[in-house]
């Protein structure tokens, strides 16, 4: 079965850098998009980033464009999530999810069990 | 970008039928997901491509799309059903969620 693992979590003051990992198991990983997500505390969810199955294609939500990079290594199968220039707005929990067949219309069909992230001075 | 629009919260009594709607004004040609978040746990998707069950999903979560509005419909609603629910809309290049429906089960 499909397992995604984040790690890399803590607290950071802000303006600092942190970066997230994410391990996946359990199906064919070079062949399938990767997205992070992220849910403040009592909030809903906001997409943050995908990357597609072979890296080439990188996309943002608006709130971290400039700001966060995402990476993978189909070696090792693992994405990352390079946060920089953190606010305290960052504040949330991270999961990283595994996208869906299709590209066109995304859907995301698996999910890790999420880390937290505090930016805090 | 485009926003998706959900009630806040939704009561039903055990055994009824649940609907929670999503509103979007560019639905268009896209499909809804949806996603059930049940407290301290992780989203699951519940309903893809508008209508589609993934494996494992109880048969009384269904989902249609018409107009401008996605609808997930939960029939003979369980106890266990009490949870958060999400739409999620997206094209190649991006992903939005509704805000996300809280679902009570009294």
């Known amino acids: 079965q499909v397992q995604l693992v984040e790690s890399g979590g803590g607290v950071v003051q802000p303006g600092m850098s942190l970066r997230l990992s994410c391990a996946a198991s359990g199906f064919i990983f070079r062949t399938f998009g990767m997205h992070w997500v992220r849910q403040a505390p009592g909030k809903g969810l906001e997409w943050v980033a995908f990357i597609s199955y072979d890296g080439t294609k990188k996309y943002f939500g608006d709130s971290v464009k400039g700001r966060f990079t995402i990476s993978r290594d189909n070696s090792k199968n693992t994405i990352d999530l390079q946060m920089n220039s953190l606010r305290a707005e960052d504040t949330a929990v991270y999961y990283c999810a595994k996208s869906g067949r299709s590209t066109s219309s995304p859907y995301l069909d698996s999910w890790g069990q999420g880390i937290l992230v505090t930016v805090s001075s | 970008s485009y926003e998706l629009s959900q009630p806040p919260s939704v009561s039903v009594s055990p055994g009824q039928t649940a609907r929670i709607t999503c509103s979007g004004d560019k639905w268009g040609d896209k499909y809804a997901s949806w996603y059930q978040q049940r407290p301290g746990q992780s989203p699951v998707l519940v309903i893809y491509q508008d209508s589609r069950r993934p494996s494992g999903i109880p048969e009384r979560f269904s989902g249609s799309n018409s107009g401008n509005t996605a609808t997930l419909t939960i029939s003979g609603t369980q106890a266990i059903d009490e949870a958060d629910y999400y739409c999620?809309?997206?094209?190649?290049?991006?992903?939005?969620f509704g805000g996300g429906t809280k679902l009570t089960v009294l």
């Open positions: 999620q809309a997206g094209d190649s290049s991006t992903v939005v």
